[in-house]
């Protein structure tokens, strides 16, 4: 990393940025602070509201764990996040994605988007996503066949969810190359496992 991390546990010099950092464990929980934390708690008020939007995003929306993963894992690909990659590609697959659509997933370079089929090892909705992620990571303006295929699949409170998490994601990705957090910048994808 290209800062050090915070000392584990931190050290929290006032009773405000001790809450911060239970709220951070109790997020956490059962696992410890991972690196991203330790980056952030240089902050503790960014760090709390990271924590905050982030575990809204990972645990209180409508999303399947697939369409969640997936588009997170889309997003850390395209960004060359590969820490990112790392932490996520394995939770797309315990959530239902098959390994031949991780394949699709964790092809580099710009996909053929939405006048391609539906590639095999991935549903309509999944391929709708990674579409989406996609398209939004790489351009931020989403091209109307684009967005018309994920409207054909999902409601205004799924594509609400999925435009949050790749925006979140892309919020994550940017912060953890830009600072070589875990320390996996310039390994590429199969160094990321």
Known sequence: MRLPYVPNPPVTPSPEEAAIVE????????RPLQPLDLALLHAPPVADGWNSF????????????????????RVAVVNRAWYEWAHHAPLAEEGGVSREGMEVVKRE????????ATPAGLTDK????????????????????????LREVFGEREIV???ATVAAYNC????????????????????AH
Not at 57 to 71: G, N
Not at 126 to 141: G, H, I, K, L, S
């Open 23 to 30: 709220r951070i464990q109790a997020r956490r929980a059962p």
């Open 172 to 191: 994550v990705s940017r912060f953890l190359v830009a600072l070589d957090v875990g320390e996996k910048n310039g390994l590429g994808l199969d160094a």
């Open 54 to 73: 982030l575990g809204a995003v990972r645990t209180r929306t409508s999303l399947p764990a697939d369409l969640r993963e997936i588009a997170i894992s």
């Open 161 to 163: 969810e999925i435009t």
């Open 109 to 116: 370079g710009e996909l053929l988007l939405s006048g391609e």
């Open 126 to 149: 999944q391929w709708a996503v990674v579409c989406y992620a996609d398209e939004m990571t790489r351009n931020v303006q989403v091209r109307d066949e684009t967005f018309a295929r």
